[in-house]
């Protein structure tokens, strides 16, 4: 039988996957792998403490609380695939990483610049949909909302699939195909 802190910990990676999409301990050791990172480093691109990321990493800490951090990840998971794809260098992802590190949130002006670093306004307005969105239910949530609406709402309830819990690569093609 496991401990009662095993079970929360294994809960709070379930929660992490629906609100985040995969347990925060993944997505950090992916990001700290691609991008030439350490914990440290990491935590300090974020806006988190140490002994924070460390929580969230084991499960000990479920939500990232700051909005701010939300985006800042949201920004690093862009650019680890730049770099991943070969359309961002490791000296390209170095300084974006500081822009990241101090950008501010910007929800209420998507087009901003410091809302995603260096990425298209199409980019961002996705991305503050996710966002706000997320920020809203989990992504099991908005999916079980989307279920409800498809009979006869489809286009909704695709919005909510796409925005809600798909990846944002899909959120901008889906955002560029329907702009008219």
């Not at 030439?36 to 969230?56: E, F, R």
Request: charged letters at 20%; proline letters at 4%.
């Amino acid at each position: 039988m496991e401990s009662p802190t095993t079970d929360a910990a294994t809960r709070a990676r379930e929660l992490q996957r629906s609100w985040y999409g995969e347990p925060l301990g993944d997505l950090f050791r992916r990001l700290i792998a691609d991008l030439g990172l350490n914990q440290a480093k990491l935590a300090g691109v974020l806006g988190l403490s140490a002994p924070m990321l460390s929580q969230l990493m084991s499960g000990n800490r479920a939500k990232i609380g700051n909005p701010a951090v939300v985006q800042r990840l949201q920004a690093l998971q862009d650019l680890a695939a730049q770099v991943c794809d070969g359309s961002a260098t490791a000296a390209d992802a170095t300084a974006r990483m500081d822009e990241i590190r101090q950008s501010a949130v910007s929800v209420l002006n998507p087009t901003s610049s410091t809302a995603v670093p260096n990425a298209s306004p199409t980019r961002r307005v996705v991305r503050e949909i996710q966002f706000l969105l997320r920020s809203l239910a989990s992504a099991q949530e908005l999916l079980k909302a989307a279920d409800a609406l498809a009979a006869d709402h489809h286009e909704l309830a695709e919005f909510l699939r796409v925005y809600g819990a798909g990846r944002t690569d899909d959120a901008v093609a889906h955002y560029e195909a329907h702009q008219s």
